[in-house]
């Protein structure tokens, strides 16, 4: 559907799902844009930077065929403190929904699932040292 | 607020699928959850609840989960554990019941009633009557002398595992025992429930109290190397696999006068079975159903507990090994997301326990 959708994705973190224990399953969110509000996302000089979510409390912005991910202050107060980011290696091709990282709090793992199709050029390496900035800074620095 | 919620419930959900009281759980109707005496209060603090093992508790308040753990290590916290019911004994038979339930833990009460009619039908003298009380832990360094300054018992002549009645902060009554389960020095105190909401009011009145839940309960427990009934042991464990033959009283091995003797006795001296071992790595936490794998990759066991330790700033976890693999210092590999990071078997407790044992 979407032409040339975003060719790379520079992952920082991503979305809230809980996976921990059998009984945990992804359930729709009350808020937050269905999927297709993302794949009308175009490339293009004119496009202005605009930060779009996804059902799972994801959200993306792209600028230059490059998209960059987070997730929304609703999903960080809900996970509580993030003490560890789980983020692929620079040069992962990923798919629209695959799940390629995680977050950890104390209690539970919530998987990271990407909003685009693309190749990361770039994580968050702040991300390793300090994991709390997901909670402090979830749409800029975290 | 409304979503936080409806997360924070599914965040109960999942506590619920590892009830640590087996007996009086997932029986009930999923809407028709049980309350303690502490309810109310656990709202009005700011408490957010959830489904835990049948019962309305709450995972935490205001502080965050970390923030909840650290304070009890460093101060002291007021947990409400009255889903923990308690029992009265009564008769001259009431030790030969207790004698004849599992060891150590005897929390349920079903198969108490059905032993104690057994025992009746045979002529014994014995009956039970669940009291009508709450059940308060108070945990930390600070938490004897913040109840020192409520009770009139000199509580240095209390030490671990002791028990006594008294008045406390003008509550009479009370049973106060030195225990707990999060590895720190602590009472937990059995109050008749009419008053339980007047205890916890007077010993949050110090600055050194704060409120905490199941999750940091959790983490609590897990540092002191102490196991969640459901996860850690069931009923498919023993004491010798789940490394826990100390509580098997020395008069009581020798005349095999338990429930599972002719299976646990023998394995006391054989080297046969699995072991439950504690786990320490970096990266990714480990968490319950993580394979444990040896350093050449065959899968050995599983991962019971885990969790990254507030304390530590390591994973910590806990999970059954075959004998031959539970010495600590032992490297080996867990999986996580598909992928191998290295383990180390490691003593337990994770945290140094500072329970008040006189010398």
């Known amino acids: 559907m979407a032409l040339r959708a975003v060719r790379s994705v520079r992952a920082a973190v991503g979305s809230l799902c809980a996976i921990s224990a059998p009984s945990a399953g992804c359930s729709p969110r009350p808020w937050g844009l269905r999927a297709g509000a993302v794949r009308a996302l175009r490339t293009g000089p004119a496009l202005l930077s605009v930060r779009k979510f996804t059902e799972k409390h994801e959200w993306v912005k792209t600028e230059n065929s490059v998209g960059t991910v987070g997730i929304s202050n609703f999903a960080q107060e809900a996970l509580g403190d993030v003490v560890y980011c789980s983020l692929p290696e620079v040069g992962t091709k990923l798919n629209k929904q695959e799940e390629f990282g995680a977050l950890e709090s104390v209690k539970a793992a919530s998987e990271l699932y990407s909003p685009l199709s693309g190749k990361v050029t770039e994580i968050n390496k702040a991300l390793a040292e300090n994991p709390g900035l997901v909670n402090k800074s979830c749409y800029e620095d975290g | ?359």
Not at chain 2, 97 to 119: F, T, Y
């Open chain 2, 1 to 359: 607020m409304q979503r936080a919620g409806s997360v924070v419930s599914r965040l109960g959900s999942r506590l619920q699928a590892l009830p640590s009281a087996p007996c009086r759980s997932l029986s009930c109707a999923q809407d028709v959850l049980h309350r303690t005496p502490l309810y109310d209060f656990h709202l009005a603090h700011g408490g957010k609840m959830v489904a835990f093992a049948g019962w309305s508790l709450p995972v935490q308040y205001r502080d965050t989960h970390v923030n909840s753990h650290l304070h009890t290590r460093q101060h002291c916290s007021l947990f409400d554990v009255s889903h923990m019911l308690q029992t009265k004994i009564f008769g001259c038979d009431r030790v030969k019941l207790m004698e004849s339930l599992v060891v150590g833990d005897i929390a349920e009460l079903k198969p108490n009633q059905d032993k104690v009619r057994e025992l009746q039908n045979k002529g014994s003298d014995v009956a039970l009557e669940v009291m009508d009380n709450a059940l308060l832990a108070l945990q930390g360094p600070t938490a004897a002398q913040v109840l020192q300054a409520g009770v009139a018992d000199d509580l240095r002549k209390l030490p671990f595992m002791t028990s006594a009645v008294m008045e406390v902060f003008g509550v009479s009554g009370c049973r106060v025992t030195r225990c707990g389960y999060t590895g720190e020095d602590g009472v937990e105190i059995s109050v008749p429930a009419a008053e339980a909401i007047r205890l916890a009011a007077a010993l949050l009145k110090n600055p050194e109290v704060k409120l905490a839940g199941l999750a940091a309960r959790d983490s609590l427990r897990l540092e002191a190397g102490l196991c969640l009934y459901g996860n850690d042991i069931d009923e498919h464990t023993t004491p010798v696999e789940g490394s826990l033959s100390w509580t098997l009283g020395k008069r009581r091995r020798a005349a095999m006068d338990f429930p599972g003797a002719s299976v646990i006795v023998p394995q006391l001296k054989s080297k046969a079975q699995r072991r439950r071992v504690g786990l320490t790595c970096d990266g990714a936490p480990v968490r319950a159903q993580s394979p444990i794998l040896s350093p050449e990759g065959t899968v050995i066991g599983a991962v019971t507990s885990g969790c990254p330790s507030p304390c530590l700033k390591k994973n910590v976890a806990m999970g059954y090994v075959p004998y031959e693999y539970s010495r600590p210092g032992t490297p080996l590999l867990v999986e996580v997301r598909r992928k191998q990071q290295p383990a180390v078997v490691s003593k337990m407790p994770f945290v140094p326990t500072n329970y008040y044992i006189l010398k």
